[in-house]
């Protein structure tokens, strides 16, 4: 991965926490994403990784701590307010989350309708074509989300979730429950639209492949901390046990 | 049975809560008027052809089961009144609101359940939509406003179907059967059934929009979710058109 960053942070996190009842999931996450730079989050199942980018996006309430992105603190906006940081933050779902009883033709449709994007019929089409074709899947546009596989329904859901041109993407899972081989292909279509659409990522993920290949920094969250964070070479060739064991298991 | 007790306070509390903020959010823009009349016309073009065929064939039953009795006592001149009254007074509402607590109920609840297990209601939540507007609003309006609608069809093809009938064993005239029907139907027996078929309307929608909205237990709790509505509606009708028949008879009394 070999996107440029800069020293603008787009996500800050201090001290995050958030529990469910006893279970005290984030405790104490610290974080942040520069513009440009596509970070990966390890963490083994439970750990609160899909916890911590629903935080982010607002769809899940904080309980304690500092949460700015793209400048505004998500806790204290508005309904109003966190639907226009919305239309700057993609977020592809684990299972691609298209709506069923829509065509993928209106699937793309609707975060443009919502948003309010170019309401001329026309504009709008050619964004849709635009976001289908820069995933490579341009022929499927009039076709159901039950007629499509598990990897095209992926690929859909990463061109709805373009088709803002957000500044951030959240990947949730990009390559959970496919095959290894679509996996990187997958891998490496979101390596190609962060560079063509030149977003920040945080992409949460157990696939070290996927994170090798799409990532700049590697984060591990343990515990609901910040355990430790490094580039991919320098996670691997680390001693410390977490570190070692985490690679180890995910590997196995 | 403490805890079913308990249980069964919790619910009600939060189908309250939840039918409150119905009213706080309908109020206020922006209105989902597209989506409204989808629903609209989702609800009553797929619902009217089992209502319809169900209306009917209760016409048919009824008339066929009381027309010996009234026979025996020389009161089939009785029937199409008699008919009309129970029709549109008691069975037509109740029985559209039964099948609709059945077919849109169970499909709305396992709809918005296998929405929010696929994570949909979240995406939606994402692109800048308010899923609470967008799914339960729409919903809950459309069944209020399209409820009547059936209930009405139904009557109108249920007293087809004992109309039928009257013709076939009593050389009835289709005029004549619904000159008597109308000559003994007064507002005071149509209006109250088309007032409590807006409750029943609301009260299936919403109690399919809260099962399907609070679901969880993943794909397995979609079926169980879809059949707490069904069980949860069905049960309010009958409630609620007890309330409505106290209400209409002190008007009666009157």
Redesign the interface.
Known sequence: MENETTNNSVIEIEELYKSFGDNHVLRGFTFTLQEGENVAVLGKSGSGKSVLI?CI?G?IPIDQGNLIVLGKSIPDLK?KEL??I??D???L???A?????MSVKENLE??LR??RENRSGISLHKKIEEALDSVGLLHTLHLMPSELSGGMKKRVALARTLILRPKIILYDEPTGGLDPITGKEISHLINNVQSLYKASAVIITHDLACAKITTNRIVILSNGINYTEGTYDKLKQSTDPVVEEFFEEIAA | MFSQIKKFIITTGEITSFSLSYFKEALFPPYEFQELLRQCYLLGNKSIGLVGSTGFIMGIVLTLQTRPTLVEFGAESWMPSMVGIAIVREIGPVITALICAGKVGSGISA?LA??KV???I?????????PFKYLVITRVTAATLMLPVLVVSADVISLGGSSLVEYLKGGVSLQLYFNKVFDYLNYGDLIPSIIKSFFFGFAIAIVACYKGFTSSKGTEGVGRTANQAVVISSMLVFIIDFIAVLISDIFYEL
């Open positions: 629903k996006i769809l309904r639907d226009l919305r239309k933050v993609g977020f779902f684990q299972g989350a298209l709506y069923d009883s609707f975060p919502r948003h | 709809e296998s929405m696929t994570e949909q979240d995406a939606m939540e994402v692109s800048g939509t308010n």
